[in-house]
Every structure is written in C-alpha cells, then in structure tokens.
C-alpha cells in the first residue's frame, strides 16, 4: 500500500480512539531544540532538575532512543476541563483533575500499535508520555501539530495548549508532515505579562526555578520567600500562562471518560491533607474494564 494512504490511515484511527490530533514525522535529529535546550540547561534554567542533563544524544536523536525507528506518531489529547475549582478554593492543574494522564495516553496509544499491527503490517513500536527523554514539543512540531507558543508549551490551532503530547516510535516508514505551523503568537504576549512570578525570562525561555509550576511539584528544599506569596493558593502547577492565551478560550471540553474531574480535587482541605497525598491522588490509575472503557 502508498505510504501516503498507511499513513492517512493510521491518523484516521489515532482520531477514532479518542485523540484530539495525530501527526507523523521522522526520526531525524532535532537540532535547533537541542541547541535551545543546550543553552537552557547553561544558563541554570533547570534547577534541581538535574535528569534534563542526562542521555543528551537521544534528545537530540530519537532514532537512538528505540533502536531501527523510523518514525515518529505524535499525537495531542485535549484535556480541557468542563468544569474548574472555584478561585478560593485550593488550586489544582487542570491536567491533574482526572486520573493520571500518562497511563491514560500510554493506553491509546497502546491501542493504535495493535491496530497497526494487525490492520497495516507487522511492525515494533514503543509509546512514550513524558517518560524519557524524548523532545515532544519539538516532534510535535516537525509533525505539523502546532506551534511553541512564549509559554514554550505546544499551541495547537483548534486545541490551544490544554493537550497531552504522546509519541509512538515505530520501526516503519510512514509519509512525513510537510507543512510546518507558522508561528501563531504574533505581537500577543499575554502569557509573559501575567506570569506572576516572571518566569518567563524571554519569549520560549523559562526559568523552572522561578516557575511555580516547578516550585510546588518538583523543587526540592525551601521556596525562596520572595516567591512564597507569588504562589497564592496554588498546591499544584500552575495554569496562568494557558488560562490567559486565546487559543484556549474557544477550545471545546474534552470528554475522555479516565479525565473527567473527580471530586476529591475539587474538595480538598489543606488542613486534612499532606504533600504526599495530594501526589498520590493526582497520580492515581485509571481503571479499565474488560471493553476498554475506563474511568
Ligand atoms: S506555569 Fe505559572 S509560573 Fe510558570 S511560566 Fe506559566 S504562569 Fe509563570
Ligand atoms: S498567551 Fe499569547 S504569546 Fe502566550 S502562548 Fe498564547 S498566544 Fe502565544
């Protein structure tokens, strides 16, 4: 068969499982991103985050992440809540009201590999969600998904940034995106002005270690005093930077049944609750049943 029409295909039923969006591009060097986050990781910008300095070839070179892979299977899932937590109430990311989205993606496209291997060829495949170090912005982008909006998060046309990027590396040829998204932030840089924290040193370059999405996950140690108060009643992530962008004003909600907002995130008390069980609701398992279908 055309490797126009398998891949066509294979975008096809990326959709029908439930994506927002499917690209497919090669696994070629990424060499500006690399040479971006080189710089980033110069200039200190990581933090305590010292895992982004490791395995810097296969950032760099997905082919070397899964060995004989030729391809590269983005896709976008979108994550917009129907509903959000009330401003007084504590603050959750709007990616974390659901069940953890790495199995949730890591299922679908678990799902797509079998298609593929039973509808199109015999093939090897390997699905990433923020697991390794696999550049998924970058790969999104050469896959025609978006652009990097001065937040540095992925911006999708139709989906905004509200999505989760998953990747399946797989060791066939497909036909490669072509067309580039042109940069849609123009003169708008409503992310930069609203960040409370001033994280966002210069369009596409952050400091995570002013980031509050950083200091209230990943940071270790104390929070510098200056930046306590800037935090406000945020305990996990932050949203301003996408709260605040157009393209997530007309996104529609998603309806990904393991995504839907569970109660408990909606009603915590900080006085009942620690850190540690705040990660362990946020990182809880989706259920799945005998059809498929989770919650
Ligand atoms: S997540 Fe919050 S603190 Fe971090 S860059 Fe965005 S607005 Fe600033
Ligand atoms: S808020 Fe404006 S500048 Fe920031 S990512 Fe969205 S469109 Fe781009």
Same mark, same amino acid.
């Given at each position: 068969m055309h490797l126009e029409t398998i891949t066509k295909q294979i975008i096809a039923q990326a959709l029908e499982i439930g994506f927002s969006e499917c690209g497919v591009t090669d696994t070629k060097p990424l060499d500006d991103e690399s040479k971006h986050l080189k710089n980033w990781l110069k200039l200190g910008y990581n933090g305590t985050m010292k895992y982004m300095e490791n395995y810097f070839d296969k950032r760099h070179n997905p082919a070397l992440l899964v060995e004989q892979s030729k391809s590269a299977i983005v896709v976008l899932l979108n994550y917009k809540p129907s509903r959000t937590i009330p401003a007084d109430k504590p603050q959750v990311s709007k990616y974390a009201y659901g069940t953890d989205y790495h199995f949730v993606v890591k299922n679908r496209l678990t799902? %797509? %590999?079998q298609w593929i291997q039973k509808e199109i060829m015999p093939c090897r495949g390997v699905a990433f969600v923020d697991s390794a170090p696999v550049l998924e912005k970058a790969l999104a982008v @050469?896959?025609?998904l978006g652009w990097i909006g001065k937040n540095s998060l992925l911006v999708n046309k139709k989906y905004g940034s509200m999505?989760?990027?998953?990747? %399946?590396?797989v060791d066939i040829s497909l036909h490669?995106?072509?067309q580039i998204e042109p940069d849609g932030c123009g003169n708008c840089q409503r992310c930069i002005d609203h960040c409370p924290t001033k994280a966002i040193v210069k369009p596409r370059i952050?400091?995570?270690?002013?980031?509050?999405?950083?200091?209230? @996950?990943?940071? @270790?140690?104390d929070v510098p005093q200056s930046l306590k108060s800037l935090i406000g009643n945020r305990i996990w992530g932050c949203d301003t930077c996408i709260d605040v962008c157009p393209y997530n004003k007309k996104t529609p909600p998603h309806n990904i049944p393991e995504l839907m907002p569970k109660d408990e995130i909606f009603s915590l008390n900080l006085n009942t609750i620690s850190k540690r069980q705040l990660? @362990?609701?946020i990182m809880r398992q989706p259920q799945y049943n005998q059809s498929g279908t989770g919650s």
């Open positions: 799902q %797509l %590999l @050469k896959a025609g999505t989760f990027i998953g990747t %399946l590396f490669y995106n072509k952050i400091d995570a270690t002013r980031c509050i999405s950083y200091l209230n @996950k990943t940071h @270790k140690g990660k @362990k609701l």
